[in-house]
């Protein structure tokens, strides 16, 4: 099946930075999403994007389907940013492989 | 916020006992699923399924059942539970506005945890 691969594992920011969120996937996809989980547990989802460029305030994401890779662009950091950001992928009618996510720590 | 829920939303029970974890959604959408949520191990599909009595198998679903007998309820069946089952069980729906699960965006519930003593 389908794997996904998420760097860094783990990142700290100091409120403020930006940082870039890698996702490489091992075989052609017609899906892919972006989720966060905040450090409550609650998981939520910030894009939908099989291909393309797509921002929603100060988050971004672009996916390169050919290269099969995505990108996920926090700028100016906030606190609230905190937890963990995971990606999703699949192909056709099956269900989504989900990553392991980077855990973001952005302190103050 | 999809409407979607979960209950209960904390469990503790014992080995060898049966237990059935409830996601109830509002939206009216086709496909429903089941993850389970470990360190080290992201989430892990259980069962989903794509609509009325229709389930499938996910990655790790050894030990689960599932039934679906309306549109809006999935439920998650622990037959007998064991500590391995200990984790957080996350409901998850979509919808397939042009034919399958990888064409939507999917919302979560907020999980429920669940130890097994």
């Known amino acids: 099946g389908i794997q996904v691969e998420q760097s860094p594992p783990d990142l700290i920011l100091q409120e403020g930075a930006n940082s870039t969120l890698r996702c490489n996937f091992s075989?052609?996809?017609?899906?892919l999403q972006w989720f966060h989980q905040n450090p409550w547990g609650q998981l939520i989802n910030l894009f939908y994007?099989?291909?393309g460029t797509k921002q929603n305030g100060r988050l971004s994401a672009t996916t390169v389907a050919t290269e099969r890779y995505s990108l996920l662009y926090i700028s100016s950091s906030q606190t609230t940013d905190s937890g963990v950001y995971f990606c999703?992928?699949?192909?056709?009618?099956?269900?989504?492989?989900f990553g392991k996510g980077t855990r973001l720590s952005v302190i103050a | 916020d999809a409407g979607i829920t979960q209950s209960p939303r904390h469990k503790v029970t014992e080995t060898g006992t049966p237990v059935t974890l409830r996601c109830h959604q509002t939206?009216?959408?086709?496909?429903m699923y089941w993850y389970r949520q470990d360190p080290g191990h992201g989430l892990r599909l259980i069962h989903y399924?794509?609509?009325?009595?229709?389930?499938d198998k996910g990655e790790v679903s050894d030990g689960y059942s599932v039934s679906r007998s309306k549109t809006e309820d999935f439920l998650l069946t622990l037959e007998s539970a064991t500590s391995s089952q200990t984790s957080v069980y996350f409901c998850?729906?979509?919808?397939?506005?042009?034919?399958?699960?990888?064409?939507?965006?999917?919302?979560f519930g907020p999980g429920t945890r669940l130890t097994v003593l």
């Open positions: 399924s794509y609509g009325v009595k229709d389930t």
């Open positions: 939206e009216n959408h086709r496909y």
């Open positions: 999703a992928v699949c192909l056709g009618n099956t269900p989504l492989v």
């Open positions: 998850a729906i979509s919808d397939a506005a042009s034919g399958g699960p990888s064409t939507d965006t999917q919302y």
């Open positions: 075989d052609s996809v017609n899906n």
């Open positions: 994007i099989p291909s």
